[in-house]
């Protein structure tokens, strides 16, 4: 690149920092007005740990509880004390869960534009708006509204950390122990973390193809470290019911196959189910075109395209997870809100692969113009789902508040009896909504 190039690379770089930021203000400006702030739903089974934490009485196992099938041992770490010191103060929760998702979406854009290719680093810097478009969508409004949900974007942020460190063109000793590390940390902060165990062997075996006998060493390794942790995670494990089994899948494998292009097109449409299982194929098609035209000598040591192949290998590695447990459920349950942020992995390593130079620039155009389509119409759609939620929850709120027995605590848990008994706890202790003025000087009637 000449001097002459260098004032032009500068501009484009500047219009698409000042473009990506849009999204993120908009989703932080709908998070402040939406966010819920009192407990909702699995939030109730904190207040007991809450408490014990207060009183000095919270032990390891009470950090190493499920939620769900989730093993949530980091999130804990971070949100019990927290809610201690703050007399759960759900905003913070809220602002954990943006920072999180804004620091995932750094550690992304450094790693495809550390391209050693200039002409793939110009190419990849007008898809950065996309991507920020697409992580900071509303359509994933439960994600961002939902304090509780801090674990989703805690876990992306610790895989993209781990795969960063694996697709380096030589890995370290450093980068081996910063992967595994950030690996732990997403397995034991929500349930699809342990996909990462899948796609970080993929990246090492890749690196094998060298005949490089440290790639191999640093394959054991890995391997070592992913059966210790699975081991560890599954002491004291309960699942939650499922009306599925194996055979069960391997007999329908036509809703499981439905159910799992729903989930990766999800967030393209993420309001018909039909339409996300076509967005979802169509998704699938762009790959195998997308690779069929890619010279693999060339891209193998391609950083750009290894984290878009590690993007897309973690989406369907978190849908075929999901898919089996929750495939009876249909696609409608696939396009889920909560679920979105994973599938939006795979869309964001197919915009990257077709800015690497594998397809025309046409083929680039046309993704990232029906993208920010789908992508703007997605967050509209979300913003006003998201306000009929807070609609519904601010009637759950006030029935709280006011210690009403009526229907509308149902809004906040679907068994009345839940808020009903640890309502004690809030107001003895403070907590969330009974928070002291002299506390939160913001609270007030």
């Not at 932080?28 to 939030?43: C, E, F, H, N, V």
């Not at 809100?337 to 130079?357: D, E, K, Q």
Request: aromatic share 12%; with cysteine.
């Amino acid at each position: 690149m000449t001097n002459e190039d260098q004032p032009g690379k500068l501009t484009t770089a500047r219009i698409c920092i000042a473009l990506s930021t849009i999204p993120i203000i908009f989703c932080g400006i709908l998070t402040s007005i939406l966010g819920y702030d009192a407990p909702y739903w699995g939030q109730w089974w904190k207040i007991p740990l809450i408490v014990k934490s207060i009183e000095g009485t919270i032990r390891f196992e009470d950090y190493w509880t499920l939620i769900n099938e989730h093993r949530v041992f980091f999130l804990n770490l971070l949100t019990i004390p927290l809610a201690r010191i703050t007399h759960w103060n759900m905003a913070y929760e809220l602002l954990l869960t943006l920072l999180f998702g804004f620091g995932a979406f750094v550690v992304l854009c450094r790693t495809i534009l550390a391209a050693e290719n200039p002409e793939q680093c110009r190419r990849i810097w007008p898809i950065i708006p996309v991507i920020s478009l697409l992580m900071f969508s509303y359509s994933q409004h439960n994600i961002w509204m939902w304090g509780l949900h801090v674990m989703i974007p805690m876990t992306l942020f610790a895989m993209l950390i781990s795969i960063q460190c694996l697709i380096q063109p030589q890995p370290s000793v450093l980068h081996i122990t910063g992967a595994i590390i950030s690996a732990i940390i997403a397995s034991y902060s929500f349930g699809a973390g342990i996909v990462i165990w899948g796609v970080g062997g993929s990246i090492l075996i890749l690196n094998t193809l060298q005949k490089n006998k440290t790639a191999y060493i640093q394959l054991a390794v890995w391997a070592v470290a992913w059966i210790a942790t699975m081991t560890i995670y599954f002491i004291g494990y309960e699942s939650t019911p499922s009306e599925t089994t194996a055979v069960q899948t391997l007999q329908h494998p036509t809703a499981f196959l439905t159910y799992v292009a729903a989930y990766i097109g999800a967030p393209i449409i993420s309001f018909h189910s039909p339409s996300a299982v076509l967005a979802g194929i169509s998704g699938l098609a762009c790959v195998a075109y997308l690779l069929s035209n890619t010279h693999w000598k060339s891209a193998r040591d391609s950083t750009p395209v290894r984290m878009a192949l590690s993007l897309i290998l973690l989406t369907v590695g978190c849908a075929l997870l999901t898919a089996m447990k929750q495939w009876p459920e249909g696609p409608g349950q696939a396009i889920s809100s909560r679920y979105l942020m994973w599938p939006t992995m795979f869309w964001v390593g197919l915009l990257i692969l077709s800015a690497t130079g594998m397809s025309s620039k046409q083929v680039m155009k046309f993704l990232v113009v029906g993208v920010v389509f789908f992508a703007v119409a997605g967050t509209l759609h979300g913003a006003y789902r998201a306000d009929e939620r807070h609609d519904a929850f601010e009637l759950g709120k006030e029935a709280l508040r006011k210690n009403n027995s009526d229907q509308h605590l149902l809004y906040l848990y679907p068994i009345l009896d839940v808020p009903q008994q640890m309502l004690a706890d809030l107001i003895q202790y403070e907590l969330s909504i009974f928070r002291n003025a002299s506390d939160d000087p913001s609270q007030g009637e």
